[in-house]
């Protein structure tokens, strides 16, 4: 059974640091790519970053760069966002995707998953 396991989120002041985890398990494709995506209510759900399980390439959406690294261990199927200096603005609740048709480069990120994790909160206060 494929599946995504977030953690990490909490309410944190602005300028604070959060890291986000996301646990894999069940996926039995050779290589995938793992996003992070937010959502705040009434909006759509939006690609944060992404990362390629083979290689590591990457993408940032505009509003992570600089702010945000995305890592991944894969001897830990466990994939992270490190998120700094966050501001209100980032306040939504984040959710890790797989799309193993997909590949992240710095040019192209993922707008769509095949698989969701449950999602996790994240508040930030000004």
């Known amino acids: 059974e494929v599946q995504l396991v977030e953690s990490g989120g909490g309410l944190v002041q602005a300028g604070e640091s959060l890291r986000l985890s996301c646990a894999a398990s069940?996926?039995?494709?050779?290589?995938?790519?793992i996003g992070w995506f937010r959502q705040v209510p009434g909006k759509e759900r939006e690609e944060v970053s992404c990362?390629?399980?083979?290689?590591?390439?990457?993408h940032y959406a505009d509003s992570a760069k600089g702010r945000f690294t995305i890592s991944r261990d894969n001897a830990k199927n466990t994939v992270y966002l490190q998120m700094d200096r966050l501001k209100p603005e980032d306040t939504a609740v984040y959710y890790c995707?797989?799309?193993?048709?997909?590949?992240?480069?710095?040019?192209?990120?993922?707008?769509?998953?095949?698989?969701w994790g449950q999602g996790t909160q994240v508040t930030v206060s000004s």
């Open positions: 990362i390629m399980r083979s290689d590591g390439s990457t």
């Open positions: 069940g996926f039995t494709f050779d290589d995938y790519a």
């Open positions: 995707g797989v799309d193993h048709g997909a590949y992240c480069t710095g040019d192209y990120g993922l707008s769509f998953a095949e698989y």
